[in-house]
């Protein structure tokens, strides 16, 4: 089955210290993979994505994603996080060209002073 | 600027009523998206149109209709047959194809049953 699957639904972090958030995804996806930014009660803002080509990606806010092929993961990493970070994270794949997502279920990062 | 309106931000809905989400994109894209979002269990896609006057069901289409007369809108109705609507609704437009790496969100209606 086609799935995208976010290992932690929940990431408590310090400020300033690293954080990975993980993503694996099912072979069936097409590997076009995205990673997406929720604030509260706003809608979902792109972060990165892989389509192609290199499989370090990197995004807007300081992050980036490695794509790993063999590992079927998509995991998305910053080395130094900041209270504003604090929102909830989607991985999603594409099914297919046509451009319907399949999400995560979410990953909600809560970075405390 | 070009972007995507949904409207209205809040909205409350009583036993047996029809209600309708506003979603309008000036981005002149083809592929328009409804998605429903439930507290830890991400998003589901439950319509979405390719192109004006046509549209295909998503994973969870039961208890919704949508309508797609005009490029720019897009509008989702949950009917009272939607037993547990209250969630957060999101709508996305993107470019087909190769173009879904441009996919664009609302900014989201939240529905709640009185």
């Known amino acids: 089955a086609q799935s995208v699957t976010q290992l932690d639904s929940q990431v408590p972090v310090f400020e300033e210290a690293p954080v990975e958030l993980r993503c694996n995804y099912s072979s069936s996806v097409s590997v076009y993979l995205f990673w997406y930014v929720q604030y509260p009660n706003q809608g979902l803002q792109l972060l990165l994505k892989y389509l192609s080509g290199s499989t370090l990606v990197k995004g807007i806010n300081g992050f980036e994603a490695e794509f790993n092929k063999s590992q079927t993961s998509f995991h998305l990493r910053k080395p130094s996080v900041h209270i504003s970070d604090t929102a909830e994270y989607f991985c999603?794949?594409?099914?297919?060209?046509?451009?319907?997502?399949?999400f995560g279920k979410g990953t909600k990062l809560s970075v405390k002073p | 600027d070009g972007g995507i309106t949904q409207s209205p931000k809040y909205l409350f809905r009583k036993e047996g009523q029809n209600v309708t989400l506003s979603c309008e994109q000036n981005l002149n894209h083809d592929a328009m998206y409804w998605y429903r979002q439930d507290p830890g269990q991400g998003l589901r896609l439950i319509y979405y149109s390719q192109i004006v006057n046509d549209f295909q069901k998503g994973d969870i289409a039961e208890g919704y209709s949508v309508s797609r007369e005009k490029k720019e809108s897009f509008p989702l109705t949950v009917t009272s047959a939607q037993k547990n609507p209250t969630a957060f609704y999101l709508c996305?437009?993107?470019?087909?194809?190769?173009?879904?790496?441009?996919?664009?969100f609302g900014s989201g209606t939240q529905l709640s049953v009185l």
């Open positions: 996305a437009s993107s470019g087909t194809g190769v173009e879904v790496e441009k996919l664009f």
């Open positions: 999603a794949g594409a099914k297919g060209s046509q451009g319907n997502l399949i």
